[in-house]
């Protein structure tokens, strides 16, 4: 059981603190929260470097950016560092005015030196994540030249090309836009790595909390920033790695934890009626799909495409396997980005997918592996995606796997059907219109190899479109080109959007603030308070 000693005690004393399976009730202390989570995908917490749920979440803690998505109107971009900004009238030199108020944990106060120098390190170390700022045309040779501090309050950004606003905007608000204590990172330089070894378990952010501990696949210890321009409501937080969902919900009900985050539906149930708890729930940007591999002969037919669409029973789908973890969404955009579909064109319709099969030359169905992950919720919907197709003569062979496994085959264009989730690189429709609709090159040696590449789905319209959209100014001209790209994306593709994924939390009813968001980096933890 964690006790008031351990959560009041160092990270090393944390780590080594032993979970009861029972025993009376206990009730963490005041001043602190126990959160239940799988933190076992962190590999660094460098926002230089983190790409993955659980880092990213906690960077957003930890660190503030220039500018910030308005958590209750994404459509909007809130200033946060930088209290307000120009941008030239071709839509390519932006200058931002920093607050002067914002003091680092040394306390210190930022400057647009540390701005300059979070944006350049992101170019110049290239990361994984690093593309969301190289994607403009910076390069780590022209990067000093076109992001500079003019003065102690004064940032200029040069594009190399010209890109929407937006665009531009909701890309510095994802997590490499992170502003880093330049004179702390630079104290823990190695072999001119800017930091990033000592930034991997360590933080030097102007954000309401600090990193203090993090023991990998077991605790994370945040506490608050004693120089945060507002004060976190609560002092620290304790995020324990718990990977059992069971094991979370028991530890929620007994009060070893006050969130709990990794349920799943049956669990959920189970907790329904608990007066001690409540259910916070927002929609993610996390979706999942069905794609045909158009280089596996069936596929190549759009007859064949449109028929596995209006053959899958999405709302049954929805109702029987995952009626709260998941809505129905069949645009490749998120229901909240900018540019998504209003509307969910396919239902199931077997006679109607009968008939196209036929025009394709397939009255008789064929014959398709499944590739999909051997965890709930997809081996059931793989299954009941078996039966749909099954219905129409395509039989169907189910080929579960880890996530490597199936990723792996994808990537190497192996597979025929695939069920497979994706979540944008950053809140901006660039980011899943990429993905799903430009494929340049379909040979080989493409230099984009994402998800259209992968699968074989080669339009030159909807690649051109893609472009069109990440330069277009025009907020409302942009808007429709993603529109019209929907329509030709359900026209012609061979990728079927069927689910969107829910966030929930389960919370203890004396706990109040805490923002679950619908991108990892748009949790909040500042405002949770404990009666």
Same mark, same amino acid.
């Given at each position: 059981m964690l006790t008031r000693r351990t959560l009041l005690a160092s990270g090393a004393a944390a780590a080594a603190a032993p979970l009861a399976a029972g025993g009376a009730a206990a009730a963490t202390p005041p001043g602190i929260v126990v959160m239940a989570k799988e933190i076992d995908d962190i590999i660094s917490f460098d926002p230089a470097q983190s790409y993955e749920f659980s880092d990213t979440e906690v960077d957003a803690n930890v660190y503030r950016k220039l500018v910030s998505p308005d958590l209750e109107d994404l459509s909007k971009i809130d200033p946060d560092l930088a209290s307000a900004w120009e941008v030239s009238a071709d839509g390519k030199t932006f200058t931002f005015h920093l607050t002067q108020d914002a003091l680092f944990p040394s306390g210190k106060p930022m400057t647009a030196a540390d701005a300059e120098f979070s944006l350049h390190r992101v170019v110049t170390l290239n990361l994984t994540p690093g593309f969301i700022l190289t994607q403009f045309g910076f390069t780590k040779d022209n990067v000093a030249q076109l992001i500079r501090a003019t003065d102690p309050h004064t940032l200029v950004m040069e594009l190399p090309k010209p890109a929407a606003t937006s665009f531009v905007l909701y890309c510095l608000s994802a997590n490499v836009g992170a502003i880093v204590e330049k004179e702390t990172a630079l104290s823990h330089q190695e072999k001119n790595d800017l930091g990033n070894h000592w930034l991997t378990s360590h933080s030097a952010g102007n954000g309401p909390y600090q990193l203090t501990s993090w023991s990998a696949n077991d605790h994370i210890i945040l506490d608050a920033n004693p120089h945060a321009a507002t004060a976190p409501l609560t002092k620290r937080v304790f995020i324990r790695h718990v990977k059992d969902p069971a094991t979370q919900v028991l530890m929620v009900r007994r009060g070893d934890a006050d969130i709990a985050r990794d349920l799943t *539906?049956?669990?959920?149930?189970?907790? #329904?009626?608990?007066?001690? $708890?409540?259910? %916070?729930?927002?929609?993610?940007?996390? !979706?999942?799909?069905?794609?045909?591999?158009?280089?596996?002969?069936?596929?190549?037919?759009?007859?064949?495409?449109?028929?596995?669409?209006?053959?899958?029973?999405?709302?049954?789908?929805?109702?029987?396997?995952v009626p709260a973890t998941y809505i129905v969404n069949q645009g490749f955009e998120p229901t909240m980005i900018l540019g998504a579909a209003t509307t969910n064109p396919f239902q199931k319709d077997p006679d109607k997918a009968k008939a196209l099969l036929a025009q394709a030359g397939y009255a008789g169905g064929f014959t398709a592996t499944l590739d999909h992950f051997s965890d709930h *919720?997809?081996?059931?919907?793989?299954? #009941?995606?078996?039966?749909? $197709?099954?219905? %129409?003569?395509?039989?169907?062979?189910? !080929?579960?796997g880890t996530r490597s496994q199936v990723f792996t085959k994808m990537r190497a264009r192996q597979h025929q059907l695939i069920l497979s989730e994706w979540y944008p690189d950053y809140f901006d429709p660039n980011s899943n219109a990429q993905a799903f609709c430009a494929n340049p090159d379909?040979?080989?040696?493409?230099?984009?190899?994402?998800?259209?590449?992968?699968?074989?789905?080669?339009?030159?319209?909807?690649?051109?479109?893609?472009?069109?959209?990440?330069?277009?100014?025009?907020?409302?001209?942009?808007?429709?080109?993603?529109?019209?790209?929907?329509?030709?994306?359900?026209?012609?593709?061979?990728?079927a959007f069927m689910l969107q994924e829910?966030?929930?939390?389960?919370?203890?009813?004396?706990v109040t603030g805490f923002v679950l968001g619908a991108q990892s980096d748009f949790t909040r933890y500042n405002e949770i308070r404990k009666a």
């Open positions: *539906p049956d669990l959920l149930k189970s907790v #329904a009626g608990d007066p001690s $708890l409540y259910r %916070l729930t927002t929609p993610s940007t996390n !979706q999942m799909y069905l794609a045909g591999n158009a280089g596996y002969a069936p596929f190549a037919k759009i007859e064949v495409r449109q028929a596995i669409k209006w053959a899958i029973d999405y709302a049954g789908i929805q109702t029987n396997i *919720p997809y081996t059931d919907i793989a299954a #009941a995606i078996q039966a749909d $197709l099954g219905a %129409l003569g395509i039989k169907v062979s189910l !080929q579960p379909d040979s080989n040696n493409s230099p984009l190899k994402i998800i259209a590449w992968r699968c074989h789905f080669y339009n030159p319209t909807l690649t051109a479109e893609v472009t069109e959209a990440a330069q277009e100014l025009d907020t409302a001209k942009r808007v429709a080109i993603y529109h019209r790209m929907q329509q030709q994306f359900w026209d012609t593709s061979p990728i829910n966030l929930i939390a389960i919370v203890r009813k004396n």
